[in-house]
């Protein structure tokens, strides 16, 4: 069975600072990866994701994500958060051919402006 | 394109009632998937269907639940009878056709379930 860790549960970090956020998966085949972002209020939405090809992917709103096969992981970055960044995000993968989603707990960034 | 949409937004109930939680997918998506989101459990997946037929229903918790797809626009979940541990947000989301599971998934706004 898959799952996913997020080991950051919450983050806080003032305008400016850069952000990485963890996530490891557990899965011997090949997967799909996501990451969903879930601003107050609102539903959850895709920040970015990874099928195929260059590791490293570009997302929404300057985000980007690196898929590193070895270690499992595909950590989020942003080089410089802003206020609006505050969320709750989620890494969330696939099992190529499959269509459910395993999510991870979650982790919740605060930005104090 | 007026998204997945879920009814109602919220729900409060007494034990032992029986809830319905309603969603339409995006016109032309052929999967719909229901997540429960607890702060216990996080996001899981409760069951899916694809072109109207359950695929995967494992994550289910147990038979007060049931969900059905009649036709491709409306899928119903239904928890007969409730119970306190069954508080929680519920997502809809649906997806279209094609690719190989790395098709997006167009989440609803949810249903936040208080059972009482």
């Known amino acids: 069975a898959q799952s996913v860790s997020q080991h950051n549960h919450h983050v806080i970090l003032s305008e400016a600072a850069s952000l990485e956020l963890g996530c490891n998966y557990s899965?011997?085949?090949?997967?799909?990866l996501f990451w969903y972002v879930q601003y107050p209020g609102q539903h959850l939405q895709l920040l970015l994701k990874?099928?195929?090809?260059?590791?490293l992917v570009k997302g929404i709103k300057g985000f980007e994500a690196e898929f590193i096969k070895s270690k499992f992981s595909f950590n989020l970055r942003k080089p410089s958060v802003q206020w609006s960044d505050t969320a709750e995000y989620f890494c969330a993968v696939n099992a190529k051919g499959r269509r459910a989603l395993t999510f991870g707990s979650g982790t919740r960034l605060q930005v104090q402006p | 394109d007026a998204g997945v949409i879920q009814s109602p937004r919220h729900e409060v109930t007494e034990m032992g009632q029986e809830v319905t939680l309603r969603c339409k997918p995006i016109?032309?998506?052929?999967?719909l998937f229901w997540y429960r989101q607890t702060m216990m459990r996080g996001l899981e997946l409760l069951i899916y269907f694809n072109n109207n037929v359950p695929i995967d229903d494992s994550g289910m918790p147990e038979d007060r639940f049931s969900a059905k797809m009649p036709n491709a626009s409306f899928s119903t979940l239904k928890i007969q009878p409730s119970e306190p541990r069954d508080s929680a947000v519920y997502f809809c989301?649906?997806?279209?056709?094609?690719?190989?599971?790395?098709?997006?998934?167009?989440f609803g706004p949810g249903t936040r379930l208080t059972v009482l």
């Open positions: 989301a649906s997806s279209p056709p094609g690719g190989q599971g790395w098709v997006e998934q167009f």
């Open positions: 990874y099928f195929s090809g260059d590791p």
């Open positions: 016109s032309g998506h052929d999967y």
């Open positions: 899965y011997g085949g090949t997967v799909n």
